[in-house]
């Protein structure tokens, strides 16, 4: 039956297997295993960890390596645990729309930017750092998250504790407005040891990827707009086009009992997006989805 199906109850569509969820928990066993190898091992800890964290003297000496491993490091327990939370506040969401692959590639592509963004800054005169210091964490793809969202769904009010316990509302984009304002301006005024290149390339990849690199028919002219391209992933409620469909021009007549039609046609399709997102369907698949929600409301 169509209501049997959890994903006809739910308003948005999730992943059984969420990629968000698995990697919170790759950041804390890795933390955890850092921790004990640290106390009970530190020489080969701290050998381990200069071939696995950033370091601009890593990637000049060919550890290209580092550039994924130093995403699941951390320097200490806060910083895992906001990782974590900003990860399943934003992740979630982004992975609903995009689907895990898409979602995937953006958070690791935003953590590999972001490192290399890094990296540059490092050569630059006034970045202040020392490079013997190695880079570690996941906020590089974590702001990639952010940045993602805020690209999707700009207008989306979002509440926040600021200075952990004051409520703030605001809208998305006025959160990525805001980050990367401090990471630029960490980048120019470089006073503490964060490292705000890999928060801006991380930003700035999250935010291309999802509104140009995802876009099927590139307009250049979309550069001076900045508006929702991605619409929420509402399977019930929401009709799936963008418009009126007639199905007698489009779709073949289907005959299907509606246990086969939700089987044959319509299961296929909601795999589809729960690997390569709600964006990656074709006109007849989205055409199809709109045809189950409305048998689904003639039964309801």
């Given at each position: 039956m169509l209501a049997d199906?959890?994903?006809?109850r739910n308003t948005q569509f999730e992943s059984r297997h969420s990629i968000t969820k698995i990697l919170i928990i790759i950041n804390i066993v890795v933390f955890v295993?850092?921790?004990i190898a640290g106390?009970?091992?530190p020489a080969p800890y701290r050998r381990a960890m200069a071939y696995l964290a950033l370091s601009q003297e890593g990637l000049l000496s060919g550890c290209l390596w580092q550039l994924f491993t130093y995403q699941i490091l951390h320097g200490g327990l806060f910083h895992v645990l906001m990782n974590c939370v900003v990860l399943y506040l934003f992740g979630r969401h982004v992975e609903s729309s995009l689907g895990r692959v898409t979602f995937l590639k953006l958070y690791l592509c935003s953590g590999?930017?972001?490192g290399l963004m890094q990296f540059c800054y490092t050569f630059l005169p006034f970045s202040n750092i020392n490079v013997n210091v190695p880079v570690?964490?996941?906020?590089?793809g974590v702001f990639g998250l952010v940045a993602a969202y805020a690209a999707m769904y700009p207008d989306e009010p979002l509440t926040m504790l600021f200075a952990l316990f004051i409520p703030v509302t605001m809208a998305a984009k006025w959160l990525l407005a805001i980050s990367a304002g401090i990471a630029l301006f960490g980048m120019i005024v470089p006073i503490d040891n964060i490292a705000h290149a890999?928060?801006?390339g991380g930003l700035l990849t999250g935010f291309i990827y999802v509104r140009y690199m995802l876009q099927a028919n590139f307009d250049w002219l979309r550069l001076f707009r900045f508006k929702a391209k991605t619409k929420k992933q509402e399977l019930v409620g929401t009709p799936v086009s963008n418009g009126p469909v007639n199905y007698t021009t489009v779709l073949p007549k289907i005959t299907y009992r509606d246990e086969d039609f939700i089987s044959k046609e319509v299961d296929p399709i909601?795999?589809?997006i729960s690997a390569h997102g709600i964006h990656s369907l074709t006109p007849r698949e989205r055409q199809i989805l709109e045809m189950a929600r409305k048998k689904m409301e003639r039964r309801s």
């Open positions: 199906r959890t994903y006809w295993l850092q921790e106390f009970y091992y590999v930017f972001g570690v964490g996941a906020s590089a890999a928060h801006m909601l795999d589809k």
